[in-house]
């Protein structure tokens, strides 16, 4: 079996602008509270020190966000920084399906990490392709990917030597 190996990050223009945005907009508030709220120079300096730090939080956040995932005989493994830092394997052995699927990142409320906390995991960066996981207790995850027709040539090798295996 040959490897897959996918590394993809969020950094699209309109995400920065986004981010932007979003800075000037908490910094603003941030001040605007201190001004109404504390008479001192030190209490607008603290408010707007938090607010500050809150934006520069969310922007590493958002610009060190990447998703990796790597397929190899040992199964599936992926990660999504910074939300699941450390490696989680699939074996292939645990699921009901898989395959390459289109899907409308908007319908799972855009780009990112989303759940439903009962079946559904979406981890997506970009794009609107991805490997769908459908495990034997009905779960399922999605790891988007920017690399299908890689991919897909894998899962058909996949697919090829369960059914050889299979029929002996």
């Known amino acids: ?18 981010l932007l945005f979003m800075n000037l907009t908490i910094t ?21 020190t938090f607010g500050l730090l809150t934006v520069i939080a969310l ?21 999504f920084i910074p939300i699941i830092g450390t490696w989680r394997t699939v074996d292939f052995e645990d699921l009901k399906e898989l395959y390459l699927r289109k899907y409308t990142p908007f319908r799972y409320g855009g780009w990112g990490y989303f759940t439903d906390g009962k079946e559904n995991t979406v981890l997506n960066a970009r794009g609107n392709m991805g490997l769908q996981l459908v495990f034997k207790n009905n779960k399922r995850l999605l790891i988007g990917t920017q690399k299908a027709p890689d ?18």
């Open 1 to 18: 079996m040959q490897h897959f190996k996918e590394e993809q990050k969020m950094n699209r223009w309109w995400m920065f602008a986004l």
């Open 28 to 48: 603003g508030i941030f001040i605007r509270l201190g001004y109404a709220m504390i008479d001192s120079y030190l209490g607008l300096s603290l408010i707007s």
């Open 59 to 79: 922007s590493t956040i958002v610009v060190r966000a990447k998703l990796e995932t790597r397929i190899d005989k040992r199964g599936i493994r992926y990660r």
């Open 151 to 168: 991919l897909q040539k894998l899962l058909d090798r996949i697919h090829l030597k369960n059914k050889q295996e299979y029929y002996g």
